[in-house]
């Protein structure tokens, strides 16, 4: 397959253009640069980075952040840029609550067959944590070598679900690489958001947190509750294949018993010309049904469109043969043995290496809920964790309404909790302004 191994352009001002060569929406004022690094033969890693553009601030004097979403197979150059933090929503309208006004902010398709990344064969996709870490510090390290204007500047790493599972993997991978002198960064912390760190710490909860928000009566409760231990036995018992079909299980007894609750936000209803392709049967394939709630929507027809039309033609390095996001369903699969094992062992090992973590959850989030996340902290063994439990938190208010409490937060030496008001998993999508407030606190600009 002929392709360029790297690929980067930077511009003041970018266009986009219709098929008829006019306008196609507003301009995108800022310098970007984007490219490929092959993390192994036949193992494509796409990256897309903006530079923060602040009128007021050079980016040299503001962070660096590398985003991570989840699935796993869902972009970061399409979800998390276009849908969250990036500087053009989906329609090309700026946001205003875009991260580049506070940070760089570098996408990256992870693992590799997300978004625009891919893999020449099926057997190049990664089956597990380990593997995507391994991969990723390949990029970085290729990342900081070329970009050495970024060597000293902060970096941080914020994730979102299975991104959070992945980011904990690689930061732990990349304080070893950093210390052996394999990469040279300024690693200042990692953020897990609404994040699946321990799978069976949410899903146990889930029928508690349906039951005291009135989503489920006693009989759901009770289904719900059998169907979750089940996906413990598989757990406890190391059948982890067996645990990710279990928990589809689970996911459509949970449906069928609150009318088809929102699984990323407990007070968010699915378009009813959506419902199809969400919605699963009990009978369908396990992995097919996990990809239909998880992945298909995190690539909504209308998103697809615009990445493989305009924004395909404005980065003009993507292969003739690949499609954003052909492989993210195959992604999944792939993940599937690995799905449900815990990472808890591995955020205790940051924070006892010194890596500044930082936990944050939206409070309307069924699928990562905020109870599960409380429970897996509560079992850290750092030390620092009972001081941490016994502490009160401190209310935020929201930044466009002064005196309308968004969020509560607390932190106690390297590690912070955020417990995010109205918000359901996505929670730059939901509460834009308080997670550009919160990414501003944890990058100590606040």
């Known amino acids: 397959m002929e ?45 897309w980075l903006y530079y923060a553009n602040n009128p007021a601030t050079s980016y040299t004097e503001l962070p660096l952040v590398m985003w991570l979403q989840g699935g796993p197979g869902a972009s970061s150059t399409g979800f998390g840029n276009f849908e969250e933090i990036g500087p053009l929503d989906r329609e090309l309208d ?39 870490a391994s991969d990723m510090l390949v990029l970085l390290k290729e990342f900081f070598s070329k970009k050495e204007e970024f060597q000293n500047i902060p970096f941080f790493i914020f994730s979102e679900s299975y991104g959070g599972k992945m980011a904990a993997a690689i930061s732990l991978e990349l304080t070893k690489a950093i210390s052996q002198g394999d990469v040279k960064c300024n690693f200042a912390g990692v953020a897990l958001g609404d994040s699946w760190i321990s799978p069976l710490d949410s899903v146990l909860t889930w029928g508690p947190y349906l039951y005291s928000t009135s989503l489920l009566d006693d009989a759901g409760l009770t289904e719900v509750g059998n169907a979750a231990e089940a996906v413990k036995r598989a757990v406890t018992d190391g059948e982890w294949v067996k645990a990710t079909e279990l928990w589809s299980i689970l996911e459509n007894i949970v449906e069928q018993n609150t009318n088809g609750v ?75 043995g690995d799905f449900m094992k815990p990472v808890i062992d591995v955020v205790d090992e940051l924070l006892e290496a010194g890596v500044n973590v930082t936990v944050y959850n939206g409070q309307l989030d069924l699928i990562v809920d905020t109870i599960g996340q409380e429970n897996w902290v509560k079992s850290l063994k750092w030390p620092g964790i009972q001081n941490f439990t016994q502490m009160k938190w401190t209310a935020m208010d929201e930044p466009d309404s002064p005196g309308v409490t968004g969020a509560f937060f607390k932190t106690h030496k390297n590690f912070a909790f955020y417990w995010i008001l109205k918000a359901g998993h996505m929670i730059p999508s939901d509460q834009g302004p308080m997670a550009l407030r919160m990414m501003q606190m944890i990058t100590q600009q606040e």
């Open 3 to 47: 392709r360029p191994t790297t690929g980067t352009v930077a511009v003041l001002l970018l266009v986009f253009l219709s098929a008829g060569g006019g306008l196609a929406g507003p301009v995108s004022k800022g310098k970007e640069t984007w490219g490929y690094v092959d993390v192994r033969e036949g193992a494509h890693m796409f990256w």
């Open 262 to 336: 929102n699984f990323y936000n407990i007070l968010g209803q699915e378009d009813d010309d959506d419902d199809d392709s969400v919605k699963s049967s009990l009978k369908e394939d396990y992995l097919a049904a996990l990809a239909k709630r998880h992945i298909r929507p995190l690539h909504s027809e209308s998103l697809g469109e615009l990445m493989n039309g305009k924004i395909r033609k404005k980065l003009g390095i993507i292969p003739r043969n690949v499609t954003w996001g052909g492989q993210a369903e195959a992604v999944f699969a792939s993940m599937s």
């Open 94 to 132: 700026e946001r205003d609550t875009t991260w580049i006004q506070a940070a760089s902010v570098l996408f990256v398709d992870n693992p590799v067959g997300t978004g625009f990344s891919y893999t020449d064969t099926q057997d190049a996709l990664t089956k597990d944590v380990a593997t995507v």
